[in-house]
């Protein structure tokens, strides 16, 4: 799947393909930024190495395990500093999500855009989804009023077609874009860029970027 989909969201979206797990629907398979089932609350400390060449003792682990997730995360985070061709690739929150903000500015660079996509061909894709397994859980109905009052805030701020997200299937449809495949919204635009500032906040920790 390769949609041309110029949301910051698009990237992973087509990772998600690219490893065979559901595209869009944040079941309990769906990570690097969005568990319809994590709780997304920091935890106190951190193993392994968090230097950018650091080694970590890899992902084994069970879900919901913050420090196996960290760790997984820091697998892939590796491997689009190496294999990815992306040397400047952020590390993780201390929560093990990926810090898409940071992400987004980078795939924008020259010679980058492959930051947000899982490198060139999804090359790092094992190391995504080895990640997206180990995601902490959280509750389904908060995801989703979370991303219902970051659409009625980017409305508010200006960006009125921006849609709300519907729950289907017990799974969380991210809204956005009413039309990605032929974007109405122009991500680039400063009014937008001012709109996703003003409205970070209403985003629980995981999302920014999913929708």
């Known amino acids: 799947m390769d949609l041309r989909i110029p949301s910051r969201a698009a990237g992973r979206l087509r990772l998600a393909a690219l490893v065979a797990l559901p595209v869009l629907a944040l079941s309990a398979a769906c990570g690097g930024g969005g568990d319809p089932l994590a709780t997304g609350e920091e935890i106190a400390s951190v193993p392994g190495d968090t230097a950018s060449g650091g080694e970590h003792s890899g992902n084994s682990g069970k879900r919901g395990d913050q420090g196996a997730f960290y760790d997984a995360q820091m697998d892939y985070v590796q491997c689009m500093r190496g294999k990815g061709g992306v040397k400047d690739f952020p590390d993780p929150k201390l929560s093990g999500y990926l810090d898409w903000t940071k992400i987004d500015e980078i795939s924008r660079k020259p010679g980058n855009e492959e930051a947000s996509k899982g490198g060139k061909n999804g090359v790092c894709g094992k190391e995504m989804s080895a990640a997206m397994r180990l995601e902490p859980k959280r509750d389904v109905?908060?995801?989703?009023?979370?991303?219902?009052?970051?659409?009625?805030?980017?409305?508010?701020?200006?960006?009125?077609?921006?849609?709300?997200?519907?729950?289907?299937?017990?799974?969380?449809?991210?809204?956005?874009?009413?039309?990605?495949?032929?974007?109405?919204?122009?991500?680039?635009?400063?009014?937008?860029?001012?709109?996703?500032?003003?409205?970070?906040?209403?985003?629980?920790?995981?999302?920014?970027?999913?929708?």
């Open 141 to 211: 109905q908060k995801q989703y009023e979370s991303m219902l009052a970051h659409a009625a805030c980017m409305r508010k701020n200006g960006v009125s077609k921006f849609t709300n997200p519907t729950l289907s299937g017990g799974n969380v449809i991210p809204g956005g874009d009413p039309d990605p495949a032929a974007s109405q919204i122009d991500t680039s635009s400063p009014a937008y860029k001012q709109a996703r500032q003003a409205c970070k906040d209403k985003l629980l920790d995981g999302l920014d970027g999913m929708q």
